[in-house]
């Protein structure tokens, strides 16, 4: 009898709806005398090949009926898959009942996932959500002792190798089990997921996150941290769909700078003009709009130019030869952008370390999505902060209103303390971050290292004054005592934004007035931990 260990194959079923490289894994089954069954349009595709293939139709002796809802869930199929090939109780089944054993399983599931993403409708959806592929999948992991079920097209060169050494071995069809029920997790996940989305169900009783294997790391934030890198399938743009042009492979800290610098750039259109943010240690230390990509670029590096050092670089929009050439004269781990043209890649092909990548697009602001983060023993799930404020929801709350400058630069810092680890600070002047004080306990200290920041951009750009002086400052929640919105007064600020909400509202209210600051609220904030 055989063992486990090392299972001939004579027997194979394949259905999949992705026919990548199908017909050349189909011909290299046959050529080792590999019985082929399959069902309807992968049948259809063999048969056009010339390979001879039998319907799964004729072995269950039942038609494929329901629209192709019911075509595999029969005992023919399933008693292939399930039964102990060591059991005398299942050999003896199998005989009295005619089922042939299936040695491999080849299916890949009803694209639901690309079905959502392209945004049909409900029916739609649900005609897409897969019955009879997952049940084989199962079914043929569960019997990965004696089969191998195959669920990406990726596998197929291994399949063929594990072949011509006689047959699969216990140890491959292990790894091809974990890898299927994976896929049929990740599939069952997506859907409830949609379902509660298309239900508008914000806190189901149950919850599942998947993902697929994009890139293993050789650590994560630290050297002594294991690490991978997971798509999630919705394709949003960024750095897990970007194109990667040159450069050594991203690292953990990499792809989450990246992350945080292509989110915070893409609040602002191309349409409003060129924006670069660049990035340290997830925080911007630098963000700012210009008439050209090089501008808005020089503006944001010269913010701070110390932490730009060795930062992630952002663009919304397509990257130049003029931008590049700024670029490259300090050391630069990743840029990303929509797209760049010859001369940018020319120029950054002769920097070998400098990563590019490019996404072919800037990700939606304002599109719905859930975020999670895992604490001990569960995870917490929310709603992205996807809040945006229109100009005519800002209320003036000072004897002076801002002037038409300080209300555009209010709004662009705004959009930056969103993206600011809190408690944020940030101070803009002319479309452009000239302080930013980031993840501190006290208000007052972010303020103060803020204005500190701007000091030394002075100090290095050889100003009489600190660029903080006529600047507009945000606060990404309200500020409990005067002290912090003092601290901005102190050092230049003109103009104040911030949620308002504050049990002393009044008082900072007054304190803003007698400095003669213009203030407006927004009653959204944006804590970001």
């Given at each position: ?54 319907d ?14 019911v ?118 996940a ?7 989305g298309?239900?508008?169900d ?46 050594k ?37 630098g ?33 130049d ?58 995870f ?39 993206h ?7 101070y ?52 409990p ?49």
């Amino acid at each position: 009898m055989t063992t486990p260990t090392d299972v001939p194959m004579r027997r194979a079923l394949i259905s999949v709806s992705d026919k990548t490289g199908l017909i050349e894994f189909a011909s290299a089954l046959a050529a080792k005398g590999v019985e082929l069954l399959s069902t309807g349009g992968t049948a259809k595709a063999l048969r056009e090949a010339g390979l001879a293939v039998r319907d799964v139709a004729e072995v269950t002796g039942f038609p494929e009926m329901m629209d192709g809802r019911v075509k595999t869930l029969h005992p023919m199929v399933h008693g292939g898959l399930l039964a102990l090939r060591d059991n005398a109780d299942h050999l003896a089944a199998m005989e009295t009942h005619g089922i042939g054993a299936i040695d491999l399983l080849v299916v890949n599931l009803y694209p639901f996932e690309a079905t959502v993403a392209s945004g049909a409708d409900y029916d739609t959806c649900i005609e897409n959500i897969d019955i009879g592929g997952p049940a084989m999948i199962r079914a043929g992991a569960k019997n990965h002792a004696f089969v191998a079920v195959v669920v990406d097209p990726e596998d197929y060169g291994d399949v063929l190798d594990e072949l011509d050494g006689g047959g699969t071995s216990l140890a491959f069809r292990q790894r091809l089990a974990r890898t299927a029920y994976a896929r049929t997790a990740a599939y069952d996940a997506a859907v409830s997921t949609w379902m509660a989305g298309a239900h508008a169900d914000p806190a189901p009783r149950r919850r599942a996150f998947a993902g697929a294997l994009k890139q293993t790391m050789r650590y994560g934030e630290n050297p002594h941290q294991g690490a991978a890198f997971y798509t999630d399938g919705s394709g949003r743009p960024g750095v897990a769909t970007a194109v990667q042009h040159q450069g050594k492979e991203l690292s953990y800290n990499n792809i989450n700078d990246t992350d945080a610098a292509f989110e915070l750039v893409a609040e602002f259109a191309p349409g409003d003009g060129p924006a670069c943010a660049i990035i340290k240690h997830a925080n911007p230390c630098g963000v700012a709009r210009g008439a050209t990509l090089a501008e808005a670029y020089q503006k944001a590096f010269d913010c701070d130019r110390t932490s730009a050092f060795g930062g992630i670089v952002a663009l919304n929009g397509t990257l130049d030869g003029a931008t590049a050439e700024e670029i490259v004269k300090i050391f630069t781990e990743v840029v990303i952008a929509p797209d760049a043209d010859d001369d940018a890649r020319a120029i950054f092909a002769a920097k070998k370390n400098l990563r590019l990548l490019t996404s072919g697009a800037l990700p939606d602001p304002r599109a719905p999505l859930t975020a999670f983060r895992q604490v001990a023993g569960g995870f917490l799930v929310q709603d992205k902060d996807t809040g945006h404020i229109a100009p005519d929801a800002l209320r003036v709350v000072t004897q002076r209103a801002p002037t038409e400058t300080e209300l555009a630069d209010l709004r662009f810092a705004w959009t930056v303390a969103k993206h600011v680890k809190s408690n944020a600070i940030v101070y803009v002047k002319d479309g452009a971050t000239v302080g930013v004080g980031a993840g501190q306990m006290s208000r007052v200290d972010s303020s103060t290292i803020a204005a500190l920041k701007a000091g030394r951009m002075g100090e290095a750009l050889g100003l009489a004054n600190t660029p903080a002086h006529g600047s507009v400052v945000a606060s990404d929640a309200f500020f409990p005592f005067a002290d912090g919105l003092m601290a901005a007064a102190e050092a230049g600020a003109t103009a104040i934004i911030q949620p308002g909400g504050s049990m002393r509202d009044d008082e900072v209210i007054a304190a803003a007035d007698a400095a003669g600051l213009a203030m407006v609220f927004t009653g959204m904030r944006h804590f970001r931990h």
